[in-house]
């Protein structure tokens, strides 16, 4: 599939900001399950921009507007060809035995993703050693969906997943980090994933950055799951980058001298064509 996608964030400050530095993480990762065309990211007012890969390989821009200004505004444009995923052979949970030394700091407690038996939390019946690992992840995505209730006034980015827990509803990245709290504590490496959802009305979290799970599977590598969805990500998804968490992968955060208390609008356009 290919997708044309278009975000723009804008803030607006009641008085003059100046020195604003900003980190934007827009860029489409480039991997096997994707391609990106092309890609442009453009500022006003006029601002330094320098990019480099950051720890888990994501580019990242930084921009920097030196003039004072009351409105910023940073637009990307990208063009990405994602490509079909083949669903992953059955393996048993006894395969992930001596198999994720190297993803060691996907299975460890993060800030938004602490230690704590979230299976028991989430209902989540501990698997054995002979299940089958990739229905166990399927089964789980589809355990979580049916579970919690997708509302964008329910929490913020600061949501802990305790509180998401206890009242249920929440955005994409709070069934992300309820998905990595279960397959982390079960010794699945699980890493989130942000990017953007090419909906076609069928599918929910399209109107700013989507977030997922990507899960390691023995023998098949990372595979994405999308709980607030209930599906796999397959040629709809578009990634952007991994982390351990939300904040690992923000798309853009900054500080600012100046500019008083200011607004923040997010617009998120993804066309895609078979």
């Known amino acids: 599939m290919r997708c044309e996608i278009r975000h723009t964030t804008e803030y607006r400050y009641p008085k003059p900001a100046w020195d604003s530095f900003n980190e934007v993480r827009l860029h489409p990762s480039r991997e096997a399950r994707q391609s990106v065309r092309s890609f442009h990211l453009s500022v006003e007012p006029e601002a330094v921009v320098t990019s480099h890969k950051d720890y888990f390989g994501a580019i990242v821009h930084h921009v920097h507007v030196h003039e004072p200004h009351t409105t910023l505004r940073i637009e990307a444009q990208a063009i990405v060809d994602t490509h079909p995923v083949p669903p992953p052979p059955p393996i048993p949970f006894a395969a992930l035995q001596g198999a994720c030394g190297p993803h060691t700091e996907f299975l460890v407690p993060s800030p938004r993703v602490p230690a704590g038996n979230w299976a028991a939390v989430f209902g989540v019946a501990t698997p054995d050693s002979g299940d089958d690992l990739p229905g166990f992840l399927m089964d789980l995505t589809t355990s979580l969906y049916r579970r919690f209730r997708y509302d964008t006034r329910a929490t913020t980015v600061s949501t802990p997943l305790a509180e998401f827990a ?109």
């Open 166 to 274: 206890t009242h249920g509803r929440g955005v994409c990245q709070d069934f992300t980090h309820a998905m990595l709290g279960v397959v982390r504590g079960l010794g699945i490496p699980g890493r989130y994933v942000s990017g953007y959802l090419y909906s076609g009305g069928e599918l929910v979290g399209a109107e700013a950055t989507h977030a997922w799970v990507e899960c390691f599977l023995p023998g098949s590598g990372w595979l994405g799951y999308d709980p607030t969805n209930n599906c796999l990500a397959r040629e709809r998804h578009v990634k952007i980058g991994h982390g351990r968490e939300y904040s690992d992968v923000s798309p853009v955060r900054g500080t600012y001298y100046g500019g008083g208390r200011g607004e923040l609008d997010v617009e998120v356009r993804v066309y895609g064509e078979q």
